[in-house]
């Protein structure tokens, strides 16, 4: 047995782990429904994030989070990491704001790892919903494929692909998406893995270890956490984004190899619209795989909840 094979043993879950697990996402899930229903234009994000943390804590019995909580609203929601010590959750959400809060409570040690995106007012604009429903439709290719045996690079080409054909469809780029792949304007767009292992730590061990795939190299790859074919038993997030972050949209406009695929007019109309991503916790099955996160994600669940706001 190779020593690959070995660590890939060690990384998938017992069933009690896994009955942990399940509850620290329902609980994460349960609390970001309530942060949905909270949310009005005025507010600060650190009240968002207080929201997350009282349910985490008080119903659910979290006495921690997996990390700090990201609650990024307008340009903030193209931060990736936004929202750490030095720089607190302390803008004022305002109307017409996507947020993009990434949170996760933590239970008996095991991490949860979520994020939702969705317009402050709850009500996305059609400009909102061509971004929104592109990554949707990313993460559902990827649900739809993810079984034993195949690459997460795969995955990660796979859901890259998706988003931009569905950018493409809202007129925001043009040309060949096989030729968008190869000079590497999904990483303008993504600039980030498909997503990452998840257990004990948020981001857990395993990613690149010897006799195992290596980090790749291909342009838009390299920020893969890991690179390894999926086994069942192995619990991963898939958190496909799409930003709009001027430095990347600058150097891709001047790039010679890149601009020709962008329409520069349609493009400017997003500058200033942040991001969205979209972060399950899923668990790879014998035939499949299983989705642990349960809250609104197409546009209409998303405006039906947000509608119930007392």
């Known amino acids: 047995m190779s020593s690959c094979h070995l660590i890939l043993?060690?990384?998938?879950?017992?069933?009690?782990?896994?009955?942990?697990?399940?509850?620290?996402?329902?609980?994460?899930?349960?609390?970001h429904k309530k942060v949905m229903n909270y949310v009005r234009p005025g507010v600060s994000e650190f009240e968002a994030e207080a929201v997350f943390l009282e349910h985490s804590y008080r119903v659910g019995g979290c006495r921690h989070v997996s990390y700090t909580c990201i609650c990024g609203s307008g340009d903030n929601s193209a931060v990736l990491h936004y929202g750490h010590a030095g720089a607190p959750n302390d803008k004022l959400i305002e109307d017409g704001d996507m947020c993009l809060f990434d949170m996760g409570a933590n239970y008996g040690g095991y991490a949860a790892d979520i994020t939702c995106s969705f317009p402050v007012n709850g009500r996305f604009t059609s400009d909102?919903?061509?971004?929104?429903?592109?990554?949707?439709?990313?993460?559902?290719?990827?649900?739809?494929?993810?079984?034993?045996g195949v690459s997460w690079v795969e995955m990660h080409r796979l859901a890259n692909k998706t988003m931009l054909q569905k950018l493409k469809e809202g007129g925001l780029l043009k040309g060949d998406v096989e030729?968008?792949?190869?000079?590497?304007?999904?990483?303008?767009?993504?600039?980030?893995?498909?997503?990452?292992?998840?257990?004990?730590?948020?981001?857990?061990?395993?990613?690149?270890?010897?006799?195992?795939?290596?980090r790749?190299?291909?342009?838009?790859?390299?920020?893969?956490?890991?690179a390894r074919p999926l086994v069942a038993g192995m619990y991963v997030t898939v958190e496909?984004?799409?930003?709009?972050?001027?430095?990347?949209?600058?150097r891709a406009l001047k790039d010679p190899e890149q601009c020709r695929f962008l329409n520069a007019e349609v493009l400017a109309r997003f500058r200033?619209?942040?991001?969205?991503?979209?972060?399950?916790?899923?668990?790879?099955?014998e035939n499949g795989c299983e989705n642990f996160t349960i809250?609104?994600?197409?546009?209409?669940?998303?405006?039906?909840?947000?509608?119930?706001?007392?």
């Open 216 to 226: 790749p190299t291909e342009a838009g790859f390299k920020s893969l956490r890991f």
């Open 295 to 310: 809250v609104p994600r197409t546009v209409e669940e998303i405006e039906a909840w947000m509608s119930t706001k007392e």
């Open 179 to 214: 030729e968008m792949m190869k000079v590497g304007l999904n990483g303008v767009f993504q600039p980030h893995g498909l997503g990452h292992l998840i257990g004990l730590d948020v981001h857990d061990v395993g990613g690149y270890l010897e006799h195992c795939p290596p």
């Open 9 to 31: 043993v060690r990384v998938t879950k017992s069933a009690k782990e896994i009955e942990v697990l399940r509850y620290v996402c329902k609980v994460s899930s349960d609390a």
């Open 240 to 250: 496909p984004g799409c930003y709009f972050i001027d430095i990347l949209l600058d």
């Open 272 to 285: 200033g619209f942040g991001g969205v991503r979209i972060e399950d916790d899923v668990l790879i099955t």
């Open 128 to 148: 909102q919903k061509i971004v929104y429903n592109a990554v949707l439709d990313a993460r559902n290719a990827v649900l739809n494929a993810a079984r034993p």
